[in-house]
């Protein structure tokens, strides 16, 4: 079955870097765009960063833009998500999100996505 798997989420300072992961399993990884959401306590999901399937070009919020990089591995189907300079507003629940069927429009869309992880939570102090 579709399995998506988050790791990497911790307690850190501010101005720390993290390195989040998701492993893949069950679909065509290598044909889709693969994402990170995150949901901070009542507050909607929001849209992080992505990676387009077709040209692997790579999007990202203004907030985390400068910030963060997300990069895939097709051989190990694995999709992570850098995060350097984190600050205080960062903390949140991340969560990988993919789709082999997703149209570019609909990129920031939580709801467009097929397969979704569990997600891990990243918190961070001042």
């Known amino acids: 079955q579709v399995q998506l798997v988050e790791s990497g989420g911790k307690s850190v300072q501010a101005g720390d870097s993290l390195r989040l992961s998701c492993t893949a399993s069950g679909f065509a990884f290598s044909t889709a765009t693969v994402a990170w959401f995150r949901q901070a306590p009542g507050k909607e999901r929001e849209f992080v960063a992505a990676?387009?399937?077709?040209?692997?070009?790579?999007y990202f919020a203004d907030s985390v833009k400068g910030r963060f990089t997300i990069s895939r591995d097709n051989a190990k189907k694995t999709v992570d998500l850098q995060m350097n300079s984190l600050k205080p507003e960062d903390t949140a629940v991340y969560y990988c999100?993919?789709?082999?069927?997703?149209?570019?429009?609909?990129?920031?869309?939580?709801?467009?996505?097929?397969?979704w992880g569990q997600g891990t939570q990243v918190t961070v102090s001042s």
């Open positions: 999100a993919a789709s082999n069927t997703l149209i570019l429009s609909s990129l920031t869309t939580a709801r467009q996505y097929a397969y």
């Open positions: 990676l387009w399937r077709t040209t692997g070009r790579t």
